[in-house]
């Protein structure tokens, strides 16, 4: 079957520093990641869409230049959090679909910013 | 504007009560819809979607939902709910390119 995964699971950053998570699809071609964020308000906020052979795009609000992503492959992306602050804390959710298939999604990356 | 509503942010119940979570979305082109769950403190938990055919989609623990074109919905139904089910419930639309949540509906069991 298909599957998500992301590592770290829960991870604890100084202020200022920065972390990086990664999704790794298992099962199927990932050929667009989504990465969102769960804020303690518990909505989710799309951070970015990586479909293969094209650009990034950044939804609003988040930037190439504070979530770097990285999607090489069909089966693995990463996204880093540089300079995390309090702000930056909550569940990041990596979502991966094959084409215009069903989106699957791994079990989050918590991140706590001391 | 593509959108999903989940006009109930909380619904308390007692357990053995029969329950419907609401969702409506707005969406021009086709899209699958579906409904994750979320207990505290964790990732989200798939249940169950709709792309095409039979209305009525049966999910994991009793969980149903049933697509209406006419009303743009997609409820989430359970007909005798169980403490364990408390949770936030989100609704989802996947479209071409994109994905929307809804801001998600806290259910309370009263056991």
Redo the contacts between chains.
């Keep these: 079957g298909a599957l998500v995964y992301q590592y770290p699971r829960r991870t604890i950053c100084k202020s200022g520093t920065s972390m990086r998570m990664e999704c790794q699809a298992v099962g199927f071609q990932a050929t ?1 990641v ?1 990465w ?1 964020r769960q804020s303690p308000q ?3 906020e ?1 951070i970015a ?1 990586s ?1 293969v052979n094209s650009a990034i795009k950044y939804e609003q609000n988040f930037t190439q230049e504070k979530f770097p992503i990285s999607h090489p492959n069909l089966s693995f992306s990463s996204m880093t959090v540089l300079n995390a602050y309090l702000e930056d804390r909550g ?1 990041y ?1 990596c ?1 991966a ?1 094959e084409g ?1 298939g ?7 990356t918590r991140l706590t910013v001391l | 504007t593509q959108t999903v509503s989940q006009s109930d942010a909380h619904v308390t119940v007692f357990e053995g009560d029969s329950v419907e979570l609401r969702c409506n979305y707005s969406y021009g082109g086709s899209i699958y819809l579906s409904w994750y769950i979320q207990h505290h403190g964790r990732g989200l938990q798939f249940l169950l979607k709709y792309y095409s055919g039979n209305p009525v989609v049966q999910g994991v623990n009793g969980f149903e939902a049933e697509f209406s074109k006419s009303d743009s919905s997609f409820h989430l139904r359970k007909a005798s709910v169980h403490w364990s089910d408390s949770a936030v419930y989100f609704c989802a639309a996947t479209g071409y390119q994109n994905f929307y949540f809804g801001k998600g509906t806290s259910l309370t069991v009263i056991p």
Aim: glycine letters at 14%; charged letters at 15%.
């Design positions: 667009s989504a969102y518990k909505t989710f799309l869409l479909t569940l959710l979502g679909r215009f069903e989106q699957y999604f791994g079990p989050g």
